[in-house]
């Protein structure tokens, strides 16, 4: 596809045309935009027809389960969730139109429908949002490097002074060392772990800018990154269910609330600890009304110093079900968020490169620690695990340690720290 008309529209518009001097003046926007919404698009939907002028909390919360049952009445062609499963599969679309599917970590697969004014609206604001200062005046070549396997990505392939380039990770990384090499990336989007596995290996590519996507990004990886390739690394939150936000020039995350309207649905407010509920009211063809992403945001105390009113976020501490649970002294349930954990582990084991806290049951988790870790720091991280599980509240609970077993599949997103079951509030 060349840089169409319209990509370059929505480039130049989200470049510079949509900057908001203040809050209110992002909010006045949003509003409008969400008039536009209701009226075009959720009147014109079954599962909100009768609610398009509602307020917006009484809508109900939606999630991949919620999508996967309402489907049909979700988006515009009235389509069955097993037909555009099935046509996904098949790898065909209505014309116009693109089926994309999603793995989700549970095994079960989501779908989502989106037209071709939609991707171009997509990849026209990514790229703006997303390369350097000179944007277009020097050819960039861009490098893709996920699992998603989602023809959502074809949209901006060859584009003049762009060329973009798709690497699926679900075949293996190494075999597309030669052929990234060969390309020389100007941009590089892939998940941490990956880009900081390419540094250390010394891979032979200098990217003006990369980019973590997809998954936490590790302090300790963040420098690896960093010291490869000159710059601190960039961060892109997204996913199947959009594009989400990305780091400003100073390096601040932050949502893309230009392009979508974000409640905050707090886990812990003194910690600014938040789930995002999702509008998007750029979407028509499917509409994502108050979708409840998995992900646990740390909202920064502070503006950032750049000057955007879109919400900055301190860092993607986790999902929500990274977060441990254990029953409480007096009842209930306590949390135990993923930073902790890996704050602990790392402060009490400094020689260990890497770590897995899998929680297996309420009262049974187990530890593993990566590299020549000697006896004592093994021990001494188990015990300040319990002193942390004992802290905020809970019962005490019984930590294996476990041999490391590291991931082999660059496909997986990497998980330091998981909770094996589930809670009442995970099911949607
Ligand atoms: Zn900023």
Known sequence: MDFSPAILRHFLAARFLRSFKDRQALENWQNRRMQIFRKSV?????????????????????????????????????????????????????????????????????????????????????????????????????????????????????????????????????????????????????????????????????????????????????????????????????????????????????LNEDCILVEKQWLDKERHAFTPLITDFSRRSQAMVRYRMNDILIASPTPCACGSPLQAIARIEGRRDDILAFPSDQGGMVLLFPDDVRATVLDAAPAASDFHVRQHSPERLSLSLEGAVPEEQAKNAAAKLAEAIRRVGAKPAHIQTMPFMPIEHHATKLRRVVREFSLMEDAQ
Request: hydrophobic share 40%.
């Open 42 to 254: 959720l009147a014109k939907l079954p599962l909100y027809r009768n609610m398009a002028d509602a307020p917006l909390d009484e809508f109900p919360i939606a999630g991949k389960q919620f999508v996967q049952d309402h489907f049909k009445d979700l988006n515009v062609l009235g389509l069955s969730f097993d037909d555009a499963l099935r046509q996904a599969r098949q790898g065909v679309s209505p014309k116009g139109y693109t089926i994309g599917m999603s793995s989700g970590t549970s095994g079960n697969r989501g779908v989502f429908l989106v037209d071709d004014a939609e991707r171009k609206h997509w990849a026209g604001v990514m790229l703006a949002k997303a390369l350097p200062p000179g944007g277009l005046l020097k050819c960039h070549r861009a490098a893709l490097m996920l699992a998603a396997n989602s023809n959502l990505y074809r949209a901006t392939q060859h584009s003049g002074r762009l060329t973009f380039r798709f690497f699926d990770l679900s075949q293996g990384l190494d075999r597309h060392r030669e052929a990234l090499e060969a390309y020389h990336p100007t941009l590089l989007i892939a998940p941490a772990h990956v880009l900081a596995l390419m540094a250390r290996q010394n891979w032979a590519i200098q990217p003006e800018r990369a980019f973590s996507a997809a998954e936490v990004l590790d302090k300790r990886e963040a420098n690896i990154i960093g010291r490869s390739w000159g710059e601190p690394v960039h961060q892109i939150y997204q996913c199947t269910e959009g594009f989400l936000g990305i780091t400003c020039r100073l390096g601040t995350l932050h």
